[in-house]
């Protein structure tokens, strides 16, 4: 197969828009997925100073890389969670990326602060990922609000956002559907903006653009997220995809058009709890829908000691 740009030889293939590209053409085709995106959605602005969640896996990488690439001020937010035989890995690899290209990464050390997520998820109400989710959310919105930046960006690609697209349908979850959106205002004082602007990419060419641009990324999965419900939707969207190439990208952009047809409701916050108003946690300062935050509560229960019964976890 020739290049569709230029007619060298094609390195990759992609069905999804019968297209194939060489490796000069390929990186120029992810550039322009992430300006449309950025146009299409309004994610970025002249004026943005982005801070970009680094897993150390190869979406975020990707993502800094390119947003830099396009000239877009950000800097790295890497948290160590503490998870044993992967979150020593994901930093190193997440640093040596920084270190090489002489960018600034933000580390917040959990281990250190007596916060590393193993020792905290005993005491959250639901599953060991959910408990993450809780402690990174917590990290996301307070270190991009203390750096004074105007919007946190994420590694999430069109995968990870169909399948949870899917999920969420499947559920009828309509609070959560009215907020799968690639850019979440700051609907709160203190509550910090997020974008994501691979939401045209996929898995396959976030990994074919690492690989091509000489990114070395942590390649193995959190050992938590083997047997995650979140990988079965992307395995279903996965076949579907492969008999119908291109369906994955319609799904989402067609449920974008569509999207406030639902209303956010009940148990849409970061706390997924209650309906009230936003304010500030009384312990942490941080925006909360309770008058304790989430990560708040959980490091209380942790200090009492007294695990939870944990339950099966609804996806978000
Ligand atoms: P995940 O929820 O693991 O699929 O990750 C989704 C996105 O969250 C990644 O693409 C990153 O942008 C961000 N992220 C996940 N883990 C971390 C971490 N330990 N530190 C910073 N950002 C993270
Ligand atoms: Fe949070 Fe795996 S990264 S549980
Ligand atoms: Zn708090």
Known sequence: MKCTRCRAPAQVRLPRIKAGFCPDCFKLYVERQIKRAVKQFDLIGPEDRLLVAVSGGKDSLALWDLLVKLGVR????????????????????????????????????????????????????????????????????????????????????????????????????????????????????????????LIRLDEYEMAAYCFLSGIDYIIEECPHARGATSLK?????????????????????????????????PGVGPDEAGTGAWRQCSSCGQPSWLEVCSFCRLKQKAALGTPSQATPSPAS
Not at 126 to 153: D, Q, W
Not at 242 to 251: A, D, E, I, R, V
Not at 255 to 264: A, K
Request: aromatic residues 10%; hydrophobic residues 35%; glycine residues 10%.
């Open 74 to 197: 950000a800097d790295g937010l890497y948290i160590d969670l503490g998870i044993t035989g992967y979150s020593a890995t994901s930093r190193e690899k997440a640093q040596n990326f920084a270190d090489q290209r002489g960018l600034s990464l933000r580390v917040v050390d959990l281990p250190a602060r007596g916060e590393a997520v193993p020792g905290l998820a005993p005491f959250g109400s639901r599953s060991f990922c959910s408990t993450c989710g809780i402690v990174k959310r917590h990290y996301f919105n307070r270190a991009a609000a203390e750096g004074g930046y105007s919007a946190l960006a994420t590694g999430h690609n069109l995968d990870d956002e169909a399948g949870r697209l899917l999920g969420n349908l499947l559920r009828w979850q309509d609070g959560y559907l009215a907020k799968q959106a690639p850019s979440l205002p700051a609907e709160a004082p203190g509550l910090m903006r997020r974008i994501k602007p």
């Open 233 to 265: 939707y992307k395995q279903v969207l996965n076949h579907i995809e492969s008999l119908m190439p291109g369906t994955k990208w319609n799904f989402y952009a067609e449920f974008q058009s569509r999207r406030r047809r639902f209303t956010p409701g």
